[in-house]
């Protein structure tokens, strides 16, 4: 079954140091790929998305996101994390020809002072 | 960017009543709307896609008689919690692409809590 992959229910960093968030995917033909945060109570905001083209993505605040075919992987990384990055990030694919969104589990990420 | 609001943000009922909660796209047309539920510290469960003009399609496992949903006008979707239960409580989203851009450009709504007492 395609499937996007969260590994880490939560990852902690320290203020200043380089962040990553891990997800793998299963998904057949070409993959569009996205990451989204989540603040407490609050809808989902884009971050980046990976279609075609250049392997890294840059996208909101500072993030960026690596496609790799071969690790079928796209791990969401910033070089130095911010405490107000604290939040709860989602992977996820759209299905070819729906549209639709499959989301990952999420991963908690906490961003210590 | 695009905005997608939805209202209520919070509602608390009583068991047996039912619950309307509505997603406007509010500055873009939308033919499609999604409609999902969080439970808490999980992943977002796609319900049911919004078609203008037509019915919903629901995803297995989610009741259509239980979920109502009406996609009224190219801006508004409407999701009907009927005869709710304390199991229904959630955080509902709804979601929307822009219409004649690429359908994976969607735009989230802030989310709507039920809590049903």
């Known amino acids: 079954a395609q499937s996007v992959a969260q590994p880490e229910d939560q990852v902690k960093v320290a203020e200043g140091n380089p962040l990553t968030v891990k997800c793998t995917y299963s998904?057949?033909?070409?993959?569009?790929l996205f990451w989204y945060v989540q603040y407490p109570n609050r809808g989902l905001q884009f971050l980046l998305k990976?279609?075609?083209?250049?392997?890294l993505v840059k996208g909101s605040y500072g993030f960026e996101a690596e496609f790799n075919k071969s690790q079928t992987s796209f791990h969401l990384k910033k070089p130095s994390a911010l405490v107000s990055d604290s939040a709860l990030y989602f992977c996820?694919?759209?299905?070819?020809?729906?549209?639709?969104?499959?989301f990952g589990t999420g991963t908690r990420l906490k961003v210590l002072a | 960017g695009a905005v997608v609001s939805q209202h209520p943000s919070r509602v608390i009922c009583k068991s047996g009543t039912s619950v309307k909660i509505e997603c406007r796209s509010l500055?873009?047309?939308?033919?499609?709307m999604f409609w999902y539920r969080q439970f808490p510290k999980q992943s977002l469960m796609l319900m049911a896609t919004s078609n203008e003009g037509s019915k919903a399609t629901y995803e297995q496992g989610v009741e259509k008689d239980k979920f109502l949903i009406n996609h009224a006008s190219l801006t508004l979707s409407t999701l009907t919690v009927t005869s709710a239960h304390p199991e229904d409580s959630s955080f509902y989203i709804c979601?929307?692409?822009?219409?004649?851009?690429?359908?994976?450009?969607?735009?989230f709504g802030p989310g709507t809590r039920l809590t049903v007492l």
């Open positions: 998904v057949s033909g070409n993959p569009y």
């Open positions: 990976y279609i075609t083209g250049d392997n």
């Open positions: 979601s929307a692409p822009q219409r004649g851009a690429n359908t994976d450009t969607q735009y």
């Open positions: 996820a694919y759209i299905t070819s020809g729906t549209y639709k969104y499959i």
């Open positions: 500055d873009f047309q939308a033919t499609t």
